[in-house]
């Protein structure tokens, strides 16, 4: 897959405060594919993706959307990207005081001069899509945690964008619900061609929809590669991200006790 | 007292003096700059795909305007007869509470009105759009609408205020109304003073500048309330916890503000 970048970042560097949260990362996205963002708790995958959505100012490295530097784009640049981009925040970020179908419908209410019917009937094109068909009536606290998260991605596709990015989108969904969202993603990139970023720290999600994955660990890329090359990666902490999932099946019990008891502490400290 | 330098209370305190005093002045910075990009959009946001939609404002109008009226009657008509209950009382002491109705009528428009109104707006509006705010923010619904191009102070803030901006000078104008009018049936009832010798007295006392004096601070509160309830919604950290904080501040500022602003223009007009 030779295919170009649609998103680019070059040597990002952030700050939290007086804190270093990204130390010069640079990956990029082909167009496409399905790029996963890994990594654990506090390892600035969150903040990767913020900045790729510029809602915050980095300190310094250049991140290009479509070829726009969006560091240094002026406002018309960035207005005429963030049409071709859709976000489907954590929480879903459903506006609670506008029903599913006017949520969904903001975005083409904005941006185009489509007269109320037809955006009607592209609000619910999507709400099949993601198989909430019947629903753009309810408020958005009538839903269900997956229901939210699926209006939310058929709010992030209504405008049929280029890139889509992702942050967690199947975090905290049983397993069925979890599945059906992975099968979405992949349902995105293969009919409408997108670009998508998904966020997320669910191993069984990230190896079925990534053709890349990207593994952040405390503010540093520690690999980019496909899932193949990151299951047979000899790297010791790809290794523990890895096994951190499957590791309890070979639970030795004495070590499980020694940990209990702070004996495993006590030797290490030693 | 070697462990003075940074131990101290005195230090301590000027520390906490000085960033109490510098987050102030961020927030009224960043009051600034919001009236500034408000501006901005209401003229040119036609140009920029940034319309300002009447139909958000007319909402926020409904919501700030047209159901306060209940409740700015029943106050309205309470500071009224108050007025007239202690202008007689004072007055008799002199024998003039005859004379009751200057002092309604320049109380009442010049002060009682606006201040009433705009103390009742802030707990009412100003509350509600820092919660509506701060709890969007947590949300990630504001960056939700920055991600899809739509500008969060276009969309959320200037119909907020433009609403503020026509509502709160309208409300008052019909609290000078419901206060006077109280005011007159309390003296007509008192005094036996006929209600249309106490219009006529009314009108012949008040002036358009006494008017616009009332209508200007109303006006002057509007821009208050909607920007400190801004800012305090825009500056929240935390979950529920931070909302609930945001909602008290923003209501105790907008109060001070408009209390001390409604002293400081008094002073500046009439000098």
């Known amino acids: 897959m030779a295919s170009r970048a649609v998103i680019e970042v070059r040597d990002l560097v952030t700050h939290y405060g007086e804190r270093m949260i990204l130390k010069g990362v640079s990956m990029e996205v082909h167009e496409g594919e399905v790029m996963v963002i890994m990594g654990g708790s506090g390892s600035g995958k969150s903040t990767l993706l913020r900045h790729m959505l510029s809602l915050e100012q980095a300190t310094s490295g250049s991140i290009r959307l479509s070829g726009v530097d969006i560091c240094t784009a002026s406002t018309e640049e960035m207005y005429e990207l963030r049409l071709k981009m859709g976000v489907a925040f ?17 975005p083409l209410y904005e941006h185009t001069k489509l007269d109320h019917m037809t955006m009607e009937i592209m609000a619910r094109l999507k709400l099949e899509v993601v198989d909430l068909a019947g629903f753009e009536n309810l408020m958005p606290s009538e839903l269900s945690g997956g229901m939210v998260k699926r209006a939310a991605l058929a709010r992030a596709i209504v405008m049929d964008p280029k890139m889509l990015f992702c942050d967690e989108p199947s975090a905290g969904l049983d397993p069925v619900v979890s599945n059906a969202i992975d099968d979405l993603i992949l349902k995105l990139r293969d009919t409408m061609g997108m670009s998508i970023v998904v966020v997320t720290h669910e191993l069984d999600s990230a190896f079925k929809i990534a053709d890349r994955i990207t593994v952040l660990d405390q503010g540093d890329i520690l690999f980019i590669g496909t899932v193949d ?38 030797v290490k400290a030693a | 007292m070697s462990e ?19 987050g102030g002045i961020e927030g009224i910075g ?23 939609r009447l139909p958000a404002v007319f909402s926020e109008m409904m919501e700030v305007g047209i159901r306060a009226i209940p409740i700015v009657m029943v106050l309205s008509a309470a500071i009224g007869i108050m007025l007239a209950i202690q202008g007689i009382y ?10 009751v109705v200057i002092g309604i009528a320049f109380s009442v428009v010049r002060e009682f009105a606006p201040l009433i109104t705009g103390i009742l707006v802030a707990g009412r509006s100003g509350s509600a759009l820092a919660a509506r705010l701060s709890t ?3 949300n990630e619904e504001i960056d939700a609408l920055t991600s899809m191009g739509v500008n969060p102070v276009r969309f959320l803030v200037v119909p907020a205020l433009l609403a503020m901006l026509v509502m709160l000078p309208a409300l008052t104008f019909f609290s000078d109304f419901i206060s006077l009018f109280a005011a007159g049936i309390y003296v007509n009832l008192d005094l036996g003073l006929s209600l249309a010798a106490y219009a006529d007295q009314t009108l012949d006392i008040l002036s358009v500048d006494d008017l616009m004096h009332g209508l200007g601070k109303s006006v002057l509160f509007a821009f208050l309330i909607t920007l400190v309830a801004v800012v305090n919604g825009a500056a929240v950290t935390g979950g529920a916890e931070g909302v609930g904080r945001v909602t008290t501040r923003s209501v105790v500022h907008a109060i001070t503000a408009i209390v001390i602003t409604d002293m400081l223009f008094a002073f500046l007009v009439t000098h």
């Open chain 1, 90 to 106: 954590q929480g879903g970020a459903l506006f609670s005081s506008m029903t599913v179908g006017e949520n969904i419908m903001l």
């Open chain 1, 229 to 266: 090359e990151l299951k047979n990666s000899d790297n010791q902490r790809i290794q523990n991200l890895l096994n951190r999932q499957s590791g309890e099946e070979e639970l030795d019990p004495e070590a499980y006790l020694r940990r209990l008891t702070g004996e495993d502490t006590l």
């Open chain 2, 4 to 22: 003075a330098g940074p131990f101290s209370p005195v230090v301590r305190l000027a520390e906490r003096v000085g960033r109490s005093t510098v």
């Open chain 2, 30 to 52: 960043h009051g600034a700059s919001l009236l500034a990009e408000s501006i901005y959009w209401t003229c040119l946001g036609w140009r920029k795909h940034q319309p300002v």
């Open chain 2, 90 to 99: 004072t007055l008799k002491m002199f024998g003039a509470e005859s004379r």
């Open chain 2, 136 to 138: 969007m923010k947590i």
